[in-house]
């Protein structure tokens, strides 16, 4: 993630994702039992809006954010617990056994009943399960694989199609190893299905997520860097992480151990291309709740519940096209908040990201966040963009990528001061927030639930649309206020039909402008023209 700026390195929809794009839709969405119109007009902007090349979707089913958590999965015996008794034709492994030794003996598609008891896989710290083409393992109610904090993994090796469900996998890796790598498939193997399990209390990520993976109904707790990391050295597409209650992770606090990192929160993506997240509680993170970070694309993220991460609740940076649909945000950003500088850490933000046509996935007309009901975070929405970040530049420290945009001509290597002045590089070598459309969304805020740190000149209770003033490098072409202007004013950015309660301020245009309701609503701004503002405890 950047802000001011720094940024860091490392399935099955719906079918309303696949409706044509039509020009006019007016709908109602029911957001927490209140109705919220939704008017998407056609190609011609909003009054003072600059014209945009996006288009309006086709109504989509109403999807209300839910009202409680999703998936209280964590300590909930019922949803966890595997069969009481071995399947027909599954291996029987008891405590006294090693799991691995009897997985070298079995062939490939076998079935492990783990019983009930501690099962431990040896004193080496390369001690490990290396499973077979298409084999599934099962744990009873109460089985247990532990590392000890001696075992480094559980689960690695290259092949497909595995499954683990219904085990315990906990005590993986001593405190504050295991740094960018994973526990549960460990090499991010393709077409891994993890559901049921409690997967806690391990170094690193307690799951690694390689392409045409489903992460379902697991309890992803107190790991040491992530719940879950969704990368692979060859990419990852078409992933399913879905009713999971991912908790408390980043024990380890990565981010004060490799200052500037990025890389802890209760989930990780990295060039992901496909994901739908759906119906999770993300909760209690020690940094953000699930952050997108470069190159990913085509990704749902519906109907989760996220409370009370210490940082951001979603960060979605240097990637494209996304619907941000139906979910909850309660006070998130706490921890992070008065600490940032002024600069608002909010229950989502969107840094140099959005629709992009010429790039593969859904939603690439325009990147939706709507329906969503916000309370009680440090900000709400940010859609912020650095003027000296692109493809080429020495801000860049997504290191080694380039935008996706126009990959046969414009790289990180040809994004050069020898070209970056003119086309197709001076537009195809930036990531750019554009075409991103907030609307229908309930914005509510009480500063008295917070706390005395809750004060417009801390950043607490604000939406924004801006960027910094371009300096660096000497040869770049987004100098001074290139991008503020673009940004604000060219990209297709838009707040809309929204509904806000309690006392909240906008940042517009450059990242030291803050306005109330009046000028943001506006000439030149003009946002959140038909939002409703309401006072607290209004309906």
Known sequence: MEQRDSSRSP????????????????????????????????????????????????????????????????????????????????????????????????????????????????????SQVIPKEGNTYLGAPGAVLDGGRVNRYAFTGYVTNVTIKNLTIQNFGAPKTNNDEGVVNHNAAIGWTIEGNTIRHNAGAGVMVGSRSQ?????????GQ????????????????????????????????????????????????????????????????????????????????????????????????????????????????????????????????????????????????????????????ILWENADRFAGSPANTSTGSGTLVNPATVTVKSCVAANIGKQPYLGDCRWKTQNVHVHGNTFSLDPNKIGKSCASRSGCGYNGLFSNWGTFPVWSPYKEKAIQQAITFDQGNRFYANTYRGPWNFIVHEQGNRVNWAAWQGAPYVQDRDSVIKVQGER
């Open 11 to 126: 399935g099955r929809g719906s079918a309303w994702y696949r409706h044509r794009l039509v020009a006019v839709a007016v709908g109602l969405v029911l957001v927490a039992g209140l109705l919220v119109a939704i008017v998407v007009d056609n190609d011609d902007p909003a009054p003072g809006q600059a014209q945009s090349n996006s288009t309006a979707p086709a109504p989509t089913p109403p999807l209300t954010a839910p009202s409680t958590p999703t998936a209280k999965i964590c300590g909930n015996t019922a949803v966890l617990s595997g069969p009481a008794t071995a399947p027909a034709g599954a291996v029987t492994v008891a405590t006294t056994q090693n799991l691995n030794d009897i997985t070298k003996a079995s062939p490939a598609g076998t079935t492990f009943w783990l019983q009930p008891g501690t099962h431990s896989l040896g004193a080496g710290p390369f």
């Open 215 to 223: 992460i379902r109904g697991n309890c992803l707790q107190e790991n």
């Open 226 to 381: 992530y719940g879950f990391n969704a990368y692979n050295p060859d990419k990852v597409a078409g992933i399913t992480i879905e009713n999971n209650e991912i908790a408390g992770n980043n024990t380890d606090d990565w981010e004060a151990a490799k200052p500037g990192c990025g890389c802890t929160g209760g989930g990780k993506f990295w060039e992901v291309t496909g994901a739908v997240v759906r119906g999770n509680w993300v909760h209690h993170n020690r940094s953000a709740g699930l952050w997108a970070d470069t190159n990913n694309t085509g990704f749902a993220i519906e109907g989760n519940y996220f409370s009370d991460n210490t940082a951001e609740a979603i960060v979605y940076e240097t990637s494209y096209n996304a619907s941000i649909r139906g979910n909850t945000f309660v006070r998130n950003g706490l921890g992070k908040g008065p600490a940032n500088g002024g600069f608002p850490t909010s229950a989502v933000y969107i840094s140099e990201s959005g629709s992009d046509k010429r790039v593969a996935g859904m939603f690439n007309q325009t990147f939706e966040i709507s329906g969503n009901v916000f309370t009680d975070n440090w900000a709400g929405v």
